[in-house]
């Protein structure tokens, strides 16, 4: 569990009826109003992953403590709150459809449910250094089972910084493929503001080589990635070259198949942490390797 988790709040003793780890995944939480076509803003980042659904052995703790409760503890934590309200102020139905649009009500979580008048209050918060981002909601479930709070985390770990410094093997792209279906590079590099690679990610681009030479039938996706320095359109065409700059790369150099690579590019639009620190951006600027079939 983070370490957040035990100073959030001194609520009274809760029971967990489920909780849920991931060393590696992707979290997208809202941090605007539930609409019927989703919702009016969402933050995303990758990294371990925690989610916490539990109910409390005193029925009279009300949703209201729960939010305030975590709001205050947060802030005193360091965190920023991007988006808290409650029912109408979090979407329609009474802030049912935020629960409805968002990842919130799968299968493992149905252990209690909401309707409209269920006093449902949400916050998402994302700490000062940007490493951990944070959803909560809270619901007086039915069948008088109380308030219900449900959490989830993403963090970035090691894993994330580890990258930036050292090269990736072979055998830890082939890991990340097999179990996450893409993994991040992050030792390739390109001149700013252009596709242009520099010399020193061809250690890099050669790994992935040899990745594919021992992988017969391991097609790519080549997905570059940017940070948010500039405007939507610049980037999502610089992030286009960049993967179009490696596919060339690899096919020229190493002798790939043109047919096993396809070039794509995403700008902006995921970052892996914050884009408001320069360490930030520069997680945020890789390139990405998407398994293909």
Do not use: W
Not at 13 to 39: K, N, Q
Not at 75 to 102: D, H, K
Not at 233 to 249: F, G, I, P, Q
């Amino acid at each position: 569990m983070p370490e957040i988790i035990h100073r959030l709040n001194e609520l009274p003793v809760h029971i967990y009826s489920h909780i849920e780890t991931s060393e590696y995944d992707r979290l997208e939480v809202p941090t605007g109003p539930a609409t019927t076509d989703g919702f009016e803003a969402t933050e995303t980042m990758e990294g371990r992953y925690f989610q916490y659904t539990y109910r409390f052995e005193d029925d009279d703790v009300s949703t209201m403590r729960v939010k305030s409760s975590y709001i205050n503890s947060l802030q005193e934590n360091g965190f920023e709150v991007l988006f808290a309200g409650s029912e109408g102020e979090i979407g329609y139905r009474n802030g049912v459809g935020l629960l409805i649009q968002g990842d919130f009500s799968r299968p493992d979580r149905r252990c209690c449910s909401a309707v409209r008048n269920s006093d449902i209050r949400y916050l998402a918060a994302r700490s000062s250094d940007g490493n951990i981002l944070l959803s909560m909601v809270t619901f007086r479930a039915r069948l008088g089972m109380g308030t219900v709070v449900l959490v989830d985390i993403a963090e970035i770990d090691v894993m994330d910084d580890s990258m930036e410094h050292r090269p990736l093997s072979a055998e830890e792209m082939g890991d990340g493929l097999e179990q996450h279906g893409r993994v991040a590079v992050q030792n390739i590099l390109f001149d700013t503001n252009s596709a242009s690679i520099l010399p020193e990610s061809a250690e890099a681009l050669e790994t992935i080589a040899s990745l594919m030479d021992e992988q017969s039938d391991l097609n790519l996706l080549v997905v570059g990635h940017t940070d948010n320095t500039g405007s939507f359109d610049h980037n999502l065409n610089l992030s286009m070259e960049r993967a179009a700059s490696v596919v060339e790369y690899l096919s020229s150099q190493f002798g790939i198949s043109g047919d096993r690579l396809q070039a794509a590019g995403a700008g902006m639009m995921a970052p892996v942490t914050t884009n408001r620190t320069e360490e930030g951006r520069a997680l945020n600027r890789r390139v990405e390797l998407v398994e293909m079939r």
